[in-house]
């Protein structure tokens, strides 16, 4: 079966723009979680949406948002584009909500902001 | 407010040999562990999970071992492969918590 397809896989944006990410995840996966990756910082946990909902939220600016359709694809939004948003945006699926049944991970947008 | 630690950035074995990587929590709501191994260009991919009920879990060449009272979990590798060599991440999820906290993350490198 399809894997989790996140696109674009690189982006090049300016300082001040806003950008949307999407993720599809995998047939039948109801939630999906999205992570930030940075070198030095590991993953850090940006949002999970199951059933159209935001279930838990990270520590992250108001800048950073997303959402979910009825289909379960999600989109992240970043407005007001920093330096420091340059990273590997990184979305994760999992049947259910909640870690323990299992991520699959998609292999990111590569984000830029110039 | 960093959970989940990994204090050694990269580690460097030789093929055949044993790979432990470790990690640290603060957090005792925790209660499932994961590894996850990265590689370029590639999204993180689950390797094996402990649950806190538990001090060892084995597949294959992967062991995780638990030690709640240290907050404490590694990895075992053994015996270490070239194709081994890549990022290891370590997670840790509570119960009720629908996020999963990651570790910075050790290079390893398995030498021929």
């Known amino acids: 079966k399809a894997g989790v397809t996140q696109t674009p896989r690189y982006l090049i944006k300016t300082r001040g723009q806003q950008v949307t990410l999407s993720c599809s995840p995998i047939?039948?996966?109801?939630?999906v979680s999205w992570y930030q990756q940075t070198p030095g910082q590991g993953l850090q946990f940006l949002f999970e949406y199951f059933s159209e909902t935001q279930r838990n939220k990270g520590n992250f600016p108001g800048r950073f948002s997303g959402r979910q359709f009825s289909n379960s694809r999600s989109e992240m939004n970043v407005s007001t584009l920093e330096l420091g948003d340059s990273a590997l945006y990184l979305c994760?699926?999992?049947?259910?909500?909640?870690?323990?049944?299992?991520?699959?991970f998609g292999s990111g947008t590569r984000l830029t902001v110039v | 407010d960093q959970q989940v630690k990994q204090n050694s950035p990269s580690l460097s074995v030789q093929e055949g040999r044993i790979s432990i990587l470790n990690c640290d929590y603060t957090?005792?709501?925790?209660?499932?562990f994961l590894w996850y191994k990265k590689y370029p260009a590639e999204g993180p991919t689950f390797l094996i999970s402990?649950?806190?009920?538990?001090d060892k879990n084995e597949d294959g060449r992967f062991t995780v071992f638990l030690n709640k009272s240290a907050k404490h979990l590694s990895l075992h590798i053994v015996p270490s492969q070239p194709g081994d060599s890549a990022v290891y991440f370590c997670?840790?999820?509570?119960?009720?918590?629908?996020?999963?906290?990651f570790g910075a993350g050790t290079r390893l490198t398995v030498k021929p």
């Open positions: 994760a699926s999992s049947p259910w909500t909640g870690a323990n049944y299992g991520y699959t």
């Open positions: 957090n005792s709501m925790f209660d499932y």
């Open positions: 047939s039948g996966h109801r939630s």
């Open positions: 997670a840790a999820n509570g119960d009720n918590n629908n996020d999963m906290r």
């Open positions: 402990i649950s806190s009920i538990k």
